[in-house]
């Protein structure tokens, strides 16, 4: 029994003619014949009466009848459901850096909503110390962070863009009377850091060490928000990425220093785990970002 038999079972069922069956599904009559004497063969039973020119469909081809539409119903659903539909749908699990989440991202993620309104985009914050594993175990699709060049064998790097850390301050801060600054000039200077597990305070420290320096730290956490506030009201000096105080610079509220110290190279990095199919939807983000 295949689903073409039971096509041409119901088709004849409506029609009530092996010809006019056969025209409509592209058949010759003797395809039709011997289709539906294959299914009775299988089943042991007549599924039409033939009274002259005339059939009807007898108990047991009424019974069938009813589990055929069942099964050419189940078809339509598969076609419908399985393959990819023209609009992307569905639910896209994204992990991202905070440090990221100013300006151009939420503007992408308002156009890429637009753009495509069936589509549920679940974001999550991540650490560079949690994010693999999550890829790994699919709690993720894909992950835009920001951070010093990952390498993984399990991952694999969609894209890179280089990005930058630099030291902000207050307008009344003293050093920002500074031609330029080095890591001399941050000796006893209260520092506005990221939390410990962070990458971006792990290089500042070890370049400080290297220069024989105790850093002098006056706030930590993960909330760049939080570390801009404090620098803004002269409560140290923040070390954090570029794109997240460009707001604040505009305004006249903090000024970047000009740094002559060590480079600190990070970069915006777009990933997803090796070998992972992403979905015509997570596609789609994936091209969207990568165009940032």
């Known amino acids: 029994m295949n689903i073409f038999q039971l096509e041409t079972f119901a088709k004849i069922a409506e029609t009530k003619n092996f010809t006019s069956a056969g025209n409509i599904l592209g058949y010759a009559q003797s395809t039709v014949t011997t289709q539906i004497k294959q299914l009775e063969d299988e089943l042991g039973c007549l599924l039409f009466d033939r009274l002259g020119k005339s059939i009807i469909l007898t108990e047991e081809g009424e019974r069938l009848l009813s589990y055929t539409e069942k099964m050419l119903q189940l078809k339509r659903e598969i076609y419908l459901e399985v393959p990819p539909s023209k609009e992307p749908s569905g639910t896209i699990k994204l992990g991202i850096s905070e440090s990221l989440c100013y300006e151009k991202f939420p503007k992408l993620l308002l156009k890429y909503r637009k753009k495509y309104p069936k589509v549920n985009i679940q974001i999550q914050f991540i650490n560079h110390e949690t ?47 500074s031609e330029s600054i080095s890591e001399k000039d941050l000796e006893n200077v209260p520092l506005l850091l990221t939390s410990s597990n962070c990458n971006f305070r792990h290089m500042l420290v070890e370049d400080l060490s290297r220069h024989n320096i105790t850093p002098c730290i006056a706030l930590e956490t993960s909330s760049k928000e939080i570390l801009k506030q404090f620098a803004i009201n002269q409560l140290g000096i923040g070390f954090i990425p570029v794109m997240s105080a460009q707001n604040e610079i505009k305004e006249g509220k903090l000024k970047q220093l000009d740094w002559k110290g060590k480079d600190f190279p990070i970069y915006s990095q777009l990933i ?15 091209n969207m970002i990568m165009e940032l």
């Open 131 to 177: 994010f693999p594993k999550l890829l790994k175990n699919g709690a993720l699709d894909l992950v835009y962070t920001l951070n010093p060049l990952i390498q993984n064998d399990e991952l694999c790097l969609l894209e890179k863009k280089r990005e930058y850390l630099a030291f902000f301050a207050s307008p009344k801060h003293p050093l920002t009377q």
């Open 272 to 286: 997803i785990y090796k070998g992972k199919r992403l979905s015509r939807a997570a596609e789609e983000l994936k």
